[in-house]
């Protein structure tokens, strides 16, 4: 199996570097929805898959078991299907239409729970699903994209692709979910040039930095839990953006750039955006694009959508 997978690694990294226009400072994004299944967690997964099957923990007859509100899911699926392994995802009413409908397709079976943890959310609840799920399938493995290094193992790449890239580089933004973007750039930026800060972008209900959690609407973003293995990032300073304010970042970052991408790539932008204009000295900034916006057409760039979480969360109307 290892062979097979391997032919997947030229697909995924060495993705393009685009220059942003701005005249606060030099941005540039790194677009990684053009992995092999359109996002950054094709990284997450290879390493995760590969490693299982090299430790002898993943073999032909295996059954891989994820939580995941999307892009995880969307990259396992597609790997385990390669592979010929069955794959049953875990997933929540917030994961959009499109992907759902593509991983009934590709999947051997797809769970989707319903029920609201304490939090609010619905990380929770498919974290004890999918032990639930291991516990009664016998010779089943768990790509844990939470508590697993080999996720941020896998975005080592990503690292050395930065680094390559620039002679002068002052920041990087990066939101935040299952941590493993964050974790595995700082943790490899940091060894070599450790002048380059971190920020991380998180969005208002997430307790990954200790906030109180509220009832999240948008997917890809934030957790109802702190992710074990963001205990080895190297973050220097943390911005939180509404929920709102993540719609209104994604418009901003299409009209401006004409870079259709979905929340995270949203909140990334404006807040990059922000923290050039609160600056002096015009540095240059790096900003990771994880996925693109075709699979939030139901939510982020749906207007009526926009407008109804608006009033949810008692905020002006956006666009």
């Known amino acids: 199996m290892l062979k097979e997978l391997e032919k997947l690694a ?12 701005n005249h606060d400072a030099h941005l540039f994004a790194k677009l990684e929805y053009n ?21 002898g923990k993943i073999n032909a007859d295996t059954t891989i078991i994820a939580s995941s509100s999307g892009n995880l899911a969307i990259s396992v699926a597609s ?26 397709l ?6 989707k729970v319903t029920e609201r943890d304490y939090t609010g959310g619905y990380l929770l609840t498919r974290i004890e699903t999918v032990e639930r799920l291991q516990a009664e399938i ?13 996720n941020y193992k896998g975005y080592a790449g990503l690292g050395e692709e930065i680094l390559s890239s620039f ?7 990066t939101a935040v979910s299952s941590s493993g973007a964050i974790t595995g750039i700082s943790s490899f930026i940091k060894q070599r040039r450790p002048e380059i800060k971190i920020i991380g972008v998180d969005v208002e209900g997430s307790v990954i930095f200790n906030a109180k959690p509220v009832k999240r609407y948008i997917s890809g973003i934030g957790a109802s839990r702190i992710p074990p293995i963001i205990e080895n990032a190297i973050i220097d300073d943390v911005v939180i953006v509404s929920q709102v304010d993540i719609i209104r970042g994604c418009f901003e970052l299409l009209n401006e750039q004409a870079i ?9 932008y404006l807040a990059a955006k922000n923290h050039a204009k609160a600056n002096t000295v015009k540095a240059t900034s790096l900003l990771i694009f994880p996925d ?12 009526e959508w926009g407008a109804e979480l608006a009033v949810k969360l008692n905020s002006a109307v956006l666009v």
């Open 260 to 268: 259709f991408a979905g929340a995270s790539s949203g909140a990334v």
């Open 106 to 111: 590709i999947s051997y079976d797809v769970v």
């Open 10 to 21: 030229a697909f995924i990294g060495n993705t393009p570097l685009i220059e942003l226009k």
């Open 35 to 55: 992995n092999f299944t359109g996002s950054s967690k094709d990284r997450a997964s290879y390493s995760i898959i590969y490693n299982g099957i090299r430790d």
């Open 167 to 173: 002679d002068q580089l002052d920041y990087i933004f």
């Open 138 to 150: 016998p010779n089943s493995f768990i790509a844990d994209q939470y508590g697993d290094p080999n």
């Open 292 to 303: 693109k916006g075709h699979t939030y057409l139901d939510t982020i760039y749906n207007k």
């Open 79 to 104: 790997i385990c299907k390669r592979l010929k392994l069955k794959f049953i995802p875990v997933i929540d009413p917030n994961i959009n239409s499109a992907y759902e409908t593509l991983l009934n």
